[in-house]
């Protein structure tokens, strides 16, 4: 990965607030469902109820897909990234406390959110493997992939 792409994905990931995550169900159809996230440089950072289907479907399956889409006035300033990445859920009470902390940071409204004891909220990492950088500036359908 050279500078620029370095740049164009830190970028995209900073300016964005909502990513879509595709996860593969028990019976083999993708679910592909938007959740907001936060992040540490490109290690990704989302919560879900424990007992949601995206939980349940990570736990059978960890390799999830990913797209963050910045908006965009215009289809030649489209520039977006299409993620193969894997999921895993946070346990550690340091990381646990430092996603915490990062969400409170980009929404400061999830303070108004915050779950009743009876809600027990998943926290997952998500860990890209193979970035597509998706640039029309360059040329329409433009797109480089990086593997990490």
Known sequence: MDKEQEEFIKSAIEDTDDMTIATVREDGFPQATTVSFVNDGMTIFFGTAADS???????TSNK???????????????????????????????????????IMKKFPE???????DTFELALYRIDPKIISLIDYSKGFGHTEQVTL
């Open 53 to 59: 289907q995206k939980a349940k479907n990570i736990e």
């Open 64 to 102: 999830v897909s990913i797209t963050i889409d910045p908006e965009y006035e215009s289809w030649q300033m489209i520039r977006s990234l299409s993620m193969g990445a894997l999921a895993s859920r946070v346990s550690d009470p340091k990381e646990v406390e430092k996603v915490g902390a990062l």
């Open 110 to 116: 999830a303070e108004n959110y915050v779950p009743d």
